[in-house]
């Protein structure tokens, strides 16, 4: 059984339509990489996965229908998006926003073990844990999105531009975080323009076009696809 599961999700803002009827499906303990240009609407239907936005057509998380559920809720029961823009507390140290990330947790040693955790993964956030958010670097920033996120104890991560304007020592570190989380059972759910990146990292991947899926299949299916490397690897 699939762990995440869209059937003809349709997203409309107004007059313009921004998901044209999207159906994947997300195994537990894989990376489901979603490539696409920007506008195409990976983050649209990321934004409905989570529950910020309304929409048409189902999704189920664990054989659930997350229809009517909250953003808090989809959070607690598992399911925990890092957005583009990071979202974090500006004048929160390192720490501070981390801690966010646990706010809705009861069992405070799991959320102390789990603050080890990242700060072994990301050792730069150890290194700053007093320092400010808004005065690290954008891939500083990006290793807090990803811990703070982490700290909400997921069983699906959906990362939306993990790799976006960050310098390539810093893509490496979140390729690395990736790979690791990954070998330890976590499933991910990958929204990426640079295409390179996914197909490195993604078991299986969905293009998205104006909001539609053009091509899906395994990465190695799609590394070979012409389309795609005429018009993606390679162009972030």
Do not use: W
């Amino acid at each position: 059984m699939a762990l995440l599961e869209l059937t003809d999700v349709h997203v409309r803002y107004g007059k313009a339509h921004a998901l044209k009827g999207i159906s994947l499906a997300v195994e537990p303990g894989e990376i489901y990489g979603v490539i696409g240009p920007n506008g195409a609407g990976k983050t649209t239907m990321l934004n409905a996965i989570a529950g910020f936005i309304d929409y048409e057509g189902r999704i189920e998380y664990a054989g659930t229908d997350l229809a009517g559920r909250s953003a808090q809720e989809i959070v607690t029961e598992g399911l925990v998006y890092c957005t583009e823009d990071r979202d974090l507390f500006p004048f929160f140290s390192v720490h501070e926003n981390l801690l966010m990330g646990a706010q809705f947790r009861e069992d405070r040693e799991a959320v102390r073990e789990d603050l080890e955790m990242v700060y072994e993964l990301f050792p730069r956030l150890d290194e700053r844990r007093e320092q400010e958010a808004e005065t690290m670097s954008g891939g500083e920033q990006q290793m807090l999105a990803i811990g703070r996120a982490l700290m909400s104890d997921p069983e699906v991560l959906m990362l939306d531009e993990p790799t976006l304007g960050l310098a390539p020592i810093i893509i490496e570190d979140i390729n690395e975080a990736i790979e690791r989380l990954n070998e330890e059972g976590l499933t991910i759910l990958l929204a990426e323009q640079n295409s390179t990146f996914a197909l490195r990292h993604a078991e299986r991947l969905a293009l998205i076009e104006t909001g539609t899926i053009e091509l899906s299949g395994s990465a190695s299916e799609l590394r070979e696809n012409e389309y795609i490397r005429d018009a993606y690897v390679g162009v972030h």
